[in-house]
T-cell receptor, first 111, second 116 residues
Framework: KQEVTQIPAALSVPEGENLVLNCSFT??????LQWFRQDPGKGLTSLLL?????REQTSGRLNASLDKSSGRSTLYIAASQPGDSATYLC??????????FGTGTRLTIIP | EPEVTQTPSHQVTQMGQEVILRCVPI?????FYWYRQILGQKVEFLVS????????KSEIFDDQFSVERPDGSNFTLKIRSTKLEDSAMYFC??????????????FGEGSWLTVV
């Protein structure tokens, strides 16, 4: 069964620090992985998409990596800001027409 | 920037009633989806739709659910006879092409459905 896991469920970090969010998946036959941001009661905003042939993708202060062999992806956030507080979700595509989501990590940046 | 829009943003309905959730996907997108998120749980896939037919569905998407693209712009999810456990946030999404080809999927803001 294709599953996606995110640990920890919650993370608090002082403002200005760099941080890493983790995502793991059970099937190495992954096609691509997306990271999303979700604010309370809101929709999902796509942050980064990594193809299976790529090792990493960058957008501003965000950098996402993908390691198929170990079944892991990370989202690195540099110089965190209070506005980064949200739930971060990773979702994997295994070549079908759906995304399989993790449970998310609720990130709080402490001013 | 183009966006996926959903209506209503919140609906309260009595158990057993029919509900229709509406979505306007991004205009040049060809693939449409519905996902749901029960409070405190994972976002779950319901159904994908392409070329006027369902291309994939989950076991959640039983006979109580149906989808339709009644015209060139709207995409709807109908729940025939709602149950308490259907209470969730329902997200519509669209993509330009197949997800397996590495296309980004864009989500709407969601429709909160509360069944009482």
């Amino acid at each position: 069964k294709q599953e996606v896991t995110q640990i920890p469920a919650a993370l608090s970090v002082p403002e200005g620090e760099n941080l890493v969010l983790n995502c793991s998946f059970t099937d190495s036959a992954i096609y691509n992985l997306q990271w999303f941001r979700q604010d309370p009661g809101k929709g999902l905003t796509s942050l980064l998409l990594i193809q299976s042939s790529q090792r990493e993708q960058t957008s501003g202060r965000l950098n996402a990596s993908l390691d198929k062999s170990s079944g892991r992806s990370t989202l690195y956030i540099a110089a965190s800001q209070p506005g980064d507080s949200a739930t971060y979700l990773c979702a994997a595509n295994f070549g079908n027409e759906k995304l399989t989501f993790g449970t998310g990590t609720r990130l709080t940046i402490i001013p | 920037e183009p966006e996926v829009t959903q209506t209503p943003s919140h609906q309260v309905t009595q158990m057993g009633q029919e509900v229709i959730l509406r979505c306007v996907p991004i205009s040049n997108h060809l693939y449409f989806y519905w996902y749901r998120q029960i409070l405190g749980q994972k976002v779950e896939f319901l159904v994908s739709f392409y070329n006027n037919e369902i291309s994939e569905k989950s076991e959640i998407f039983d006979d109580q659910f149906s989808v339709e693209r009644p015209d060139g712009s709207n995409f709807t999810l109908k729940i025939r006879s709602t149950k308490l456990e259907d209470s969730a946030m329902y997200f519509c999404a669209s993509s330009e092409s197949r997800l397996g080809l590495g296309n980004t999927i864009y989500f709407g803001e969601g429709s909160w459905l509360t069944v009482v």
